[in-house]
């Protein structure tokens, strides 16, 4: 089976599929409190308001990069590296929520810390790759002293 990212609408429309006939609308006849009226949102109105926001988010985080004067290459490793480190800081978050986390036994800690760190040390070796591609790409496209400047206000964003 081929892996969609949660952000492609691929994959919205798989999981609106299976939501379909799961989530169902509130009944009409159903009486709502006279003062007060409650709203809920379904699982799927919930996923799908998280996702955008961050397709947002990274639409805007790159704008710069888009907008540089630099060869696409660099650009798109650029992007690349950005993703890295976003997804690095996840798993960082991760990793102290997992701490923090009191609910846990010993075991189910041990193991989902593995997992976490697991994840930490294979994104260190793509973002570390990624650093020497870039390295050697500047290399070999002979960038000016402004480009070079650019990667590097870039890299520190």
Known sequence: MNK??????AYI???VSQFN????PADANA?????RAEVKISTLGQLLSSIAPQQLNQSKSNHDIDD??????????????????????EQQQRLQAIMANQSLTADE????????QAAISTLHTGLSA??????????DQK????QLATVASLLSK
């Not at 630099?70 to 650029?78: F, N, S, V």
């Not at 960038?143 to 402004?146: D, I, N, R, T, V």
């Open 68 to 89: 540089s004067d630099l060869p696409d290459l660099i650009k798109t490793i650029l992007k690349q590296i950005r993703k890295l480190q976003e997804q690095l800081r």
């Open 4 to 9: 969609l990212s949660p952000t492609s609408p």
């Open 143 to 146: 960038l000016s002293k402004e």
């Open 13 to 15: 429309s798989e999981l």
């Open 31 to 35: 009486s709502l409190p006279s003062k």
């Open 130 to 139: 990624a650093m020497k591609t870039l390295h050697k790409t500047m290399s």
């Open 109 to 116: 800690r041990k193991t989902q810390l593995l997992q976490v």
């Open 21 to 24: 006939g799961i989530v169902k």
